[in-house]
């Protein structure tokens, strides 16, 4: 069984940056799509980036230039790389995990979720 374990929100000062990681272990496909997600308070959730096996990595229009994603698949853990960072980039972030490369369909599992914080 699949387990995904985050690591690394916090609350920060706009323009600041954070790193949030997704820790992966089980049973691991090499075939595989990771993804980013976020919801605010009284917002619906949102995609904000994925990486897969056959998916160059993708952005909300929100975040591009600003976050990056990305593997370390020998550790088998997932970033999201945020950079300058703003108020409306607060929310609650979870990280999936797909069991097809393109990124499609539902995600077979969800990280636990950390809360990103940024003030003005």
């Known amino acids: 069984q699949v387990q995904l374990v985050e690591s690394g929100g916090g609350s920060v000062q706009a323009g600041e940056s954070l790193r949030l990681s997704c820790t992966v272990s089980?049973?691991?496909?090499?075939?595989?799509?990771m993804g980013w997600y976020r919801q605010a308070p009284g917002k619906a959730r949102e995609g904000v980036a994925a990486v897969g096996t056959y998916e160059t990595p993708i952005y909300a229009d929100s975040v591009k230039g600003r976050f990056s994603i990305y593997e370390d698949t020998e550790k088998n853990i997932a970033y999201l790389q945020l950079d300058s960072l703003k108020p409306e980039d607060t929310a609650w972030y979870s990280c999936a995990r797909y069991t097809n490369g393109f990124c499609r369909g539902a995600p077979l599992r969800w990280g636990q979720g950390s809360q990103v914080t940024v003030s003005s």
């Open positions: 089980g049973y691991i496909s090499k075939i595989h799509c």
